[in-house]
């Protein structure tokens, strides 16, 4: 199914279709008085005129299609925000519960406040600021596993320590790129 701004699309590189063929048709046999010059010259008008309505519908869909992914975008970084937030929540009251050591904070702190960013700073309607808000939401969310992982006592404790550092980092890096872009 089409949307009404493809539907506006098509219907205008319809029309600069069929005017492009009458002016090919028109020149075809050279015009031999003025009134055959005159009606290739309204519609090399007409084209022009439909030439710009394409390209403005062209310009509308890509405005569509942008709001549809910035939707949608909104509406998955709320979910992906879920994990990046919760986890450090509850290690943190771990920390505060003596549980774990104080220097937890220094990963759950920023994890914290990155999930909080992925899940409630406005997404700007640009697509480089979607792009890079979908990656932080992933890098958060891999970061919050990791960070169940080193959590957990086992043999690779250590190693899921490092990638959480590293990829709440990681994930702060993609959330200060996309600040950054115009």
């Known amino acids: 199914m089409t949307t009404p701004a493809q539907h506006d699309r098509d219907l205008a ?15 075809t046999p050279p015009p ?15 084209l022009l005129d439909a030439e710009l309505a394409f390209d403005e519908a062209r310009r509308r869909l890509a405005d569509a299609e942008l709001e549809s ?3 949608a975008t909104q509406r998955a970084v709320v979910w ?15 920390v505060l519960f003596g ?19 992925i899940g409630f700073a406005p997404v700007r309607r640009a697509p480089a600021v979607i792009r890079e808000r ?8 891999v ?12 043999s690779g404790t250590v190693v899921c320590t490092v990638l959480t550092a590293l990829g709440a980092a990681g994930t702060i890096a993609l959330l200060w790129r996309e600040s950054r872009i115009p």
């Open 69 to 71: 992914r910035h939707a």
């Open 13 to 27: 590189e319809g029309r600069v279709a069929r005017l492009k063929q009458d002016l090919r048709d028109g020149l």
């Open 99 to 117: 549980v774990l050591s104080p220097g937890w904070l220094a990963v759950l702190v920023p994890l914290f406040g990155a999930g909080l960013w």
């Open 134 to 141: 979908t990656r932080a939401a992933w890098a958060g969310s």
């Open 143 to 154: 970061t919050a596993l990791v960070l169940v992982l080193a959590l957990v006592p086992w």
């Open 80 to 94: 992906f925000a879920a994990a990046p937030v919760l986890v450090p929540l509850v290690a943190g009251a771990l």
């Open 32 to 46: 031999g008085d003025v009134a055959a010059m005159d009606e290739l010259v309204a519609t090399a008008h007409r």
